[in-house]
């Protein structure tokens, strides 16, 4: 069965920090894997999104991971900013055209 | 570009009742995404076309869901009747490559409350 996870669930920084959001996917045979943005009420907007045969892409003060081998991603913040706050989600397109969605990490950072 | 336009934003109607959800999609992507979001399921892929043409519907729940792009520029999807179990926010994403391969730019989504 083809599972993405997130955790954690719920995260509080205060502004500045550096922080890490991690996503897990138990099929290795992905395509790709994209990370988006929701904000309260609103659509998801893509931030990432990682080729298969990638490692890593970076935009701004995020940056994004993929081991495939071990079934896991990471999105780094850098310098993270009230503006942040959001529900970060990861999603794994695999190869036989299913996308699964993480449940999503809230994040809040504080002024 | 407006972006992805969905109707309405917020949708209330009572069980039995047909439903229909509209999306418009950025002009030029070649594909069209449904999604479903809620708090129990997550964010859940529906069905999505390229060109026009449906790919895959094995995320539609149930016979009561259908949906349709009669054209490049306009997508419905359709729950007759509707249940209770349906309410979720509905989005639709559009993307300039076929398929799920590329980046996905989403709609606002409908809220879809069904009493």
């Known amino acids: 069965k083809q599972e993405v996870t997130q955790i954690p669930a719920a995260l509080s920084v205060p502004e500045g920090e550096n922080l890490v959001l991690n996503c897990s996917f138990t099929d290795s045979a992905i395509y790709n894997l994209q990370w988006f943005r929701q904000d309260p009420g609103k659509g998801l907007t893509s931030l990432l999104l990682i080729q298969s045969s990638q490692r890593e892409q970076t935009s701004g003060r995020l940056n994004a991971s993929l081991d495939k081998s071990s079934g896991r991603s990471t999105l780094y913040i850098a310098a993270s900013q009230p503006g942040d706050s959001a529900t970060y989600l990861c999603?794994?397109?695999?190869?036989?055209?299913?996308?699964?969605f993480g449940a999503g990490t809230r994040l809040t950072v504080k002024p | 570009d407006a972006g992805v336009i969905q109707s309405p934003r917020h949708e209330v109607t009572e069980m039995g009742q047909e439903v229909t959800l509209r999306c418009k999609p950025i002009?030029?992507?070649?594909?069209l995404f449904w999604y479903r979001q809620t708090m129990m399921r997550g964010l859940e892929l529906l069905i999505y076309?390229?060109?026009?043409?449906?790919?895959?519907d094995s995320g539609m729940p149930e016979d009561r869901f259908s949906a349709k792009m009669p054209n490049a520029s306009f997508s419905t999807l359709k729950i007759q009747p509707s249940e209770p179990r349906d309410s979720a926010v509905y989005f639709c994403?559009?993307?300039?490559?076929?398929?799920?391969?590329?980046?996905?730019?989403f709609g606002p989504g409908t809220r879809l409350t069904v009493l």
């Open positions: 002009s030029g992507h070649n594909s």
């Open positions: 076309f390229n060109n026009n043409v449906p790919i895959d």
């Open positions: 994403a559009s993307s300039p490559g076929l398929g799920l391969y590329n980046e996905q730019f």
């Open positions: 999603a794994a397109c695999h190869n036989n055209n299913d996308m699964r």
